[in-house]
């Protein structure tokens, strides 16, 4: 069954706290992404992963790290979130550069 | 700069009428389009996609979309909606490497 999950669903914190969004995919795809998505802005890319131990930034990298050290789990850290850091954040794999996307359910993040 | 563009940010439509979605994309080289479709607490789900060849491609649930290189457009249509398809439709192209960049959406409401 190919699916991408992440944990948790939702998720409640307080500014300057860190943050783990977790990711996992059983199709074995090399690469990974990490979004979110805010309303009216469609999704916008936070990191690249080509594979482990191999992460490039996308395009708000800012306030966000990755790591990928097994190539069906992939981690989004912010260290010390801030409050417009608050947002939907989805994980998604594909096989290649051109294939489609396969898209988790998403974790919703609200930073008080 | 790549970019996509959804002009239109609703689109309400009765039950069993057809249905367009605007898509304009802005990429001088040839363009891997997809259309992607997100209902309510849920990831993205791939409706379809078009790489080359006919530039009428198929998806599912009855939805297909025309690219036009000469207008930078990538319709999706569907001839008879129904109140399941609504839903949110975001527009997506890859240019080159393993970057795609999203629409902001069109929020799609059938009504009865």
């Known amino acids: 069954d190919m699916k991408v999950t992440q944990m948790p669903r939702y998720l409640i914190k307080r500014m300057g706290e860190n943050v783990l969004l977790e990711c996992g995919q059983d199709m074995s795809h090399e690469t990974m992404y990490w979004y979110r998505q805010d309303p009216g802005l469609g999704l916008q890319l936070i990191y690249i992963s080509y594979d482990v131990d191999s992460n490039s930034e996308g395009d708000i990298p800012k306030g966000y790290r990755v790591s990928r050290k097994k190539r069906e789990h992939f981690s989004l850290i912010l260290d010390s979130a801030k409050t417009n850091q608050t947002s939907v954040y989805f994980c998604a794999s594909s096989e290649g550069a051109g294939a489609e996307q396969f898209f988790g359910p998403g974790t919703r993040l609200t930073v008080l | 700069a790549q970019s996509v563009t959804q002009p239109d940010a609703r689109v309400t439509v009765s039950e069993g009428a057809s249905l367009q979605l605007r898509c304009k994309y802005s990429?001088?080289?040839?363009?891997?389009l997809f259309w992607y479709v997100q209902y309510p607490r849920q990831g993205l789900q791939l409706l379809l996609k078009?790489?080359?060849?006919?530039?009428v491609v198929q998806g599912v649930n009855g939805f297909e979309a025309e690219f036009s290189k000469s207008n930078s457009s990538f319709h999706l249509r569907k001839a008879s909606v129904h109140w399941s398809d609504s839903a949110v439709y975001f527009c997506?192209?890859?240019?080159?490497?393993?970057?795609?960049?999203f629409g902001s959406g069109t929020r799609l409401l059938v009504s009865p």
């Open positions: 078009y790489y080359s060849g006919d530039p």
């Open positions: 997506a192209l890859r240019t080159g490497g393993y970057k795609v960049v």
């Open positions: 990429y001088s080289g040839t363009p891997y």
